[in-house]
């Protein structure tokens, strides 16, 4: 274990967690998943705006260093696993001097589909928020995790954003693992002090809108902790230690990328712009193409193929689209407006949704994204096309 100085402070998470709970929407209580999406954000909220980070004795003040990072599992997130450093403190410099953390909001969780679950198998999903802290001044420890920090809002943005959202397909996932790899071998050398936040699908759409985490600061007077001194020490109700700050980690619900304030999907397409031009011209999440471009992207042209078929040919080439919007990650509400809007754009207008033999050789192989479908815009032997076929 990492040596810690006599009388240096070391930071550590409550072992106890509280969950904020809001209002859980129905279609949130009674989905199975693959129905919506949510995001994690999290911000450091100090107890005060002057916060003495470091301490200070006869033999002067300590060059404390911490870094706050949030691991995530189970989201299916392409940040999942990931180390994403949430604050940093250097008091290398300002001592025991009122000092604040550098830390802004960051999506620890980019935007991804609510996953399906079972009473069999209800989904395993953890947070890890882990707490480092050292008074050595010889490393850079803050350094390291800012450069942490940089390849992995790099990846997640492609560079052009400070926060970190979608994930960038142009650049490769392995610029994130070398770095990783290096600012954890480093990051190793502080004290670590970790709690663990663990809950199912079922749990989380009952209704969780935050997890909140006091973390706390104490003048320990050993010369090294090991990991049971330091469960231990987070467990004792009686530590004389003093609250530094909460993190709080923010979970967000929405139904649909192309309208994330509307709850209920019945009759969408007649209250909220569902063309075609509108949808297929949308950034897909986390890519830096749009939703024509991702379907249209291999050869032959899917938007040609699906232009003359119908029957098995147009099932197969459905399938073809269906497969990608899955990977793509979009939930089966998004899934059944993009695949409409593209073979509305595929046809010439919206009449080939009059014929319900066409319908189904599309969407009878994927069943839910047909129920939405039918959710969205009307069953098709009962709706009236405004536009009709030349």
Request: charged share 15%; with cysteine.
């Amino acid at each position: 274990m990492p040596s810690l100085s006599y009388g240096a402070p070391f930071f550590f998470p409550d072992m106890n967690p509280s969950f904020v709970k809001g209002d859980s929407p129905e279609w949130l209580q009674e989905g199975r998943g693959n129905d919506g999406y949510l995001t994690i954000t999290s911000e450091v909220i100090p107890v005060n705006t002057c916060t003495q980070m470091a301490s200070r004795s006869f033999w002067g003040s300590d060059k404390t260093q911490l870094v706050l990072s949030v691991v995530t599992y189970g989201f299916k997130s392409k940040l999942d696993k990931v180390d994403i450093p949430i604050g940093t403190f250097d008091g290398r410099d300002s001592g025991s001097e009122c000092s604040s953390l550098s830390t802004t909001p960051l999506q620890i969780v980019p935007i991804t589909s609510l996953g399906a679950y079972s009473v069999f198998n209800p989904g395993n999903l953890s947070l890890v928020l882990n707490v480092r802290s050292s008074n050595d001044s010889n490393q850079d420890f803050v350094g390291s995790a800012k450069l942490l920090l940089g390849a992995a809002a790099m990846v997640a943005t492609g560079g052009s954003a400070a926060a970190i959202g979608g994930i960038s397909a142009t650049v490769g996932n392995s610029v994130m693992s070398d770095t990783q790899k290096k600012a954890n071998s480093l990051l190793q050398g502080m004290i670590d002090a970790k709690v663990p936040v663990t809950f199912s699908w079922s749990e989380l759409r009952r209704g969780i809108s935050a997890v909140q985490i006091p973390v706390y600061k104490i003048d320990q007077s050993v010369s090294s902790l090991t990991d049971k001194q330091i469960q231990q020490l987070q467990k004792d109700p009686k530590a004389d230690k003093q609250l530094m700050f909460t993190v709080k980690l923010e979970v967000q619900y929405f139904r649909s990328i192309f309208y994330p304030t509307v709850a209920n999907i019945v009759d969408l397409a007649t209250r909220e712009n569902l063309s075609s031009d509108y949808i297929l011209n949308f950034q897909v999440p986390g890519s830096s193409q749009n939703f024509m471009q991702l379907l249209n992207s291999s050869a032959p042209s899917l938007l040609q193929q699906v232009t003359k078929v119908e029957g098995a040919d147009l099932t197969r080439a459905c399938s073809i689209a269906l497969s990608k919007l899955k990977s793509a990650g979009l939930d089966d509400v998004d899934s059944a407006i993009v695949m409409k809007s593209f073979i509305d754009e595929a046809k010439g207008d919206a009449g080939w949704y009059l014929n319900p033999a066409l319908v189904k050789s599309c969407f009878s192989q994927a069943p839910s994204i047909h129920t939405n479908l039918e959710k969205i815009y009307g069953k098709p032997a009962q709706v009236s096309i405004q536009t009709t076929t030349p």
